[in-house]
């Protein structure tokens, strides 16, 4: 256990409303990441943290933001949802040695855009 | 960059039959490759890596994969499947140095389906 939490698990929301999805970490792990994940899809990278405000795009990004203000939150907001941003989103940590990574998950945010 | 293909997209074995999942992967130089499990509603769970040394690597749940650079493969293996292997399987590889930033490339994912 990785100790990530996310929140919400679930949510409905309308197109064109802001969405802001947390993830929250407790052992201080310096990277984080997150995923949607899509049937056919696998899991594709949305945006990471290297670091407090370090952050870069994924090859998803568009349409999406991030925040890193502390440590252990990293924060992921749709600017103005639509039903293509419906997915299932996982947020990630990193651990490991500095040059061998290995990500653990979350439980993963379903969202749906009506 | 780094690339992965899973080319199962669905695989279904019998219960206490053997199973082997395949991956290729894409990449100039020496990768760390993973196995990833997720059960249906869950996220993912490790099940084992690769990063140097010996190119056999066992992993939690029985599950074992092999390292091939010739064939640019990573291939899960488990010689008796039992039914609560029923999951979808995620191959991932990454890449070293620390401008890399730990980041991972996922394959599409393999489902298997396990018949009593």
């Known amino acids: 256990d990785a100790g990530i939490t996310q929140s919400p698990r679930h949510k409905v929301t309308e197109t064109g409303t802001p969405v802001t999805l947390r993830c929250h970490q407790t052992e201080n792990h310096r990277y984080m990441y997150w995923y949607r994940q899509d049937p056919g899809h696998g899991l594709r990278l949305i945006h990471y943290s290297y670091g407090v405000k370090d952050t870069d795009k994924g090859e998803v990004s568009d349409g999406y933001s991030v925040s890193r203000s502390k440590t252990e939150d990293f924060l992921l907001t749709l600017e103005s949802a639509t039903s293509s941003q419906t997915s299932v989103y996982f947020c990630?940590?990193?651990?490991?040695?500095?040059?061998?990574?290995?990500?653990?998950f979350g439980p993963g945010t379903r969202l749906t855009v009506t | 960059a780094q690339s992965v293909t899973q080319p199962d997209i669905h695989i279904t074995v019998s219960e206490g039959a053997s199973l082997e999942l395949r991956c290729n992967y894409s990449y100039g130089a020496t990768p760390y490759l993973f196995w990833y499990v997720q059960s249906p509603g869950q996220g993912l769970q490790l099940l084992l890596k690769?990063?140097?040394?010996?190119?056999l690597v066992q992993g939690i749940k029985g599950f074992e994969a092999e390292f091939k650079r010739s064939q640019s493969s990573f291939n899960l293996r488990k010689p008796s499947v039992h039914w609560s292997d029923a999951a979808e399987y995620f191959c991932?590889?990454?890449?070293?140095?620390?401008?890399?930033?730990?980041?991972?490339?996922f394959g599409q994912g393999t489902i298997l389906t396990v018949h009593p």
């Open positions: 990630a940590i990193s651990a490991g040695t500095p040059y061998t990574y290995e990500q653990y």
């Open positions: 991932a590889v990454g890449v070293a140095g620390g401008t890399s930033y730990g980041k991972l490339t």
């Open positions: 690769y990063f140097s040394g010996d190119t």
